[in-house]
């Protein structure tokens, strides 16, 4: 006579990650995309609660849109300055924030650097 607790069975059925996953991302991208328009909507508002929804919806969409983080990552090689303003506050955020705005930044950014001619040394053949 065989009982259950004799038999094998997965607590889960396999390949359920990737399904869950993907429906954890899509309700990300659908909670930044709302906590953004939120904040770009009470941005007007005397109290500057929409900057900081804007942010929150940002950092959520950061983490789960492949898209934005390349549309974040050409602003910050775009404009300088707010990469350099990105990159202060970054210190000062939480974790997951801070680790979100880390996966934009611009590496390997070489500096422009205007060549100038010089004059090669004299050699002692005359």
Request: net charge positive.
């Amino acid at each position: 006579m065989r009982f259950e607790s004799d038999i094998n069975v997965p607590s889960r059925p396999l390949g359920n990650g990737s399904v869950e996953r993907k429906i954890r991302r899509i309700l990300l991208i659908v909670a930044g995309t709302l906590i953004f328009a939120a904040g770009f909507l009470t941005f007007w508002l005397p109290i500057p609660i929409g900057l900081i929804l804007m942010a929150v919806g940002l950092a959520l969409l950061l983490v789960s849109s492949a898209w934005v983080r390349s549309r974040v990552k050409a602003l910050r090689h775009r404009y300088p300055g707010l990469d350099s303003k990105l990159k202060a506050i970054g210190g000062s955020l939480p974790g997951p924030f801070r680790r979100a705005l880390q996966r934009t930044e611009i590496r390997g950014r070489r500096k422009r650097v205007l060549k100038t001619r010089q004059s090669e040394p004299a050699t002692g053949s005359s």
